[in-house]
Nanobody
Framework: QVQLVESGGGLVQPGGSLRLSCTASEFSLGGYAIGWFRQAPGKEREGVACITSSEPTTYYPASLKGRFTISRDNAKNTVYLQMTSLKPEDTGVYYC?????????????????????????WGQGTQVTVSS
C-alpha cells in the first residue's frame, strides 16, 4: 500500500487560489499516473485532474479546465494541483490518488471522465473551504 499525503488545503475567499501538494514516502511516484479528486458533503467523489508519468500529459474535466492546473516534480516526488478563481462550489475534501499505470484512464464524452475505481492508492485528503 502506497502512503500518499496531501497538504495545502485551507480556507480561502471566493476568487482566491490554493496549491495542493501530494507526496509519498518510501515510494517513487515518477512511473505512475496521479489523479486529484474531490468530494463535497453528500456528493460523489469527483475527478478534477490527472497527470501521466511522462511527457507529461494532463487531463481535466471540461468544467474545470482553465482554473485548475496539475503538475509534477519527480525530483521532489510531488504532484501539485494549482487552483485559481476558486468558487464556493469547489469546497470539499481533496484527495490525490495513484493509478498503477503510466497513463491516465480517461472516459471521453461523459460528465465524469476520471473514475475513482481506476485508482489503487489514496491519501487521507485535505480540506478546501471556499467562503467569504
Amino acid at each position: 500500500q502506497v502512503q500518499l499525503v496531501e497538504s495545502g488545503g485551507g480556507l480561502v475567499q471566493p476568487g482566491g487560489s490554493l496549491r495542493l501538494s501530494c507526496t509519498a514516502s518510501e515510494f517513487s511516484l515518477g512511473g505512475y499516473a496521479i489523479g486529484w479528486f474531490r468530494q463535497a458533503p453528500g456528493k460523489e467523489r469527483e475527478g478534477v485532474a490527472c497527470i501521466t508519468s511522462s511527457e507529461p500529459t494532463t487531463y481535466y474535466p471540461a468544467s474545470l479546465k482553465g482554473r485548475f492546473t496539475i503538475s509534477r516534480d519527480n525530483a521532489k516526488n510531488t504532484v501539485y494541483l494549482q487552483m485559481t478563481s476558486l468558487k464556493p462550489e469547489d469546497t470539499g475534501v481533496y484527495y490525490c490518488a495513484l493509478e498503477r499505470a503510466p497513463r491516465c484512464t480517461w472516459y471521453s464524452g461523459v460528465a465524469n471522465p476520471l473514475r475513482a475505481y481506476e485508482y489503487d492508492d489514496w491519501g487521507q485528503g485535505t480540506q478546501v473551504t471556499v467562503s467569504s
